[in-house]
């Protein structure tokens, strides 16, 4: 049996170097300033990824591939969820140079077609968050 899914692309230009976005990447306590309340990551291949976002909601998955400075592969999905539960879904974070700044490409493969309007609006906010925090400024409380 095969599900359908969907895939949802989301691209950003950061005024930092990739080496700088890539530490929002794989740095817990950097992850967290941008997108949850705290974050457990251990960024090689098979390491733990978990996110604690508002309202006790847990994202839980594993990192799939670490390319420093260029490339980061995560499973994504969520304790608790039906359609969705960890490990479900691939996000792809691609870091591009570009001139002194960074394009990051983020591919999010594997959703539920009635997951993709929350997922989209998730990578339309924090995408941005992160830009502000790899340039150096604070993106303010994380939303709920």
């Known amino acids: 049996m095969t599900l359908d899914t969907e895939i949802i692309q989301v691209e950003r230009r950061v005024e930092a170097p990739p080496h700088a976005v890539f ?11 941008w997108q949850g309340e705290s974050a457990e990551l251990d960024p090689l291949p098979g390491g733990r990824f978990v996110v604690r976002m508002a309202e006790g909601q847990v994202v839980e998955g594993e ?13 994504w999905g969520w304790q608790g969820h039906p359609r969705m539960p960890p490990g479900a879904t691939t996000v792809e974070f691609q870091l591009v140079a570009d001139g002194t700044g960074t394009i990051v490409r983020l591919t999010h493969r594997g959703l539920p077609p009635e997951d993709v309007p929350l997922h989209r609006a998730g ?4 995408l941005p968050r992160l830009a502000i925090a790899a340039e150096g400024r604070d993106p303010g409380p994380n939303p709920a």
């Open 123 to 126: 990578g339309d906010m924090f």
């Open 63 to 75: 990192f799939v591939a670490v390319e420093p400075d260029a490339r980061v592969v995560i499973t």
């Open 23 to 33: 530490r929002y990447l794989t740095e817990s306590g950097l992850w967290a300033r």
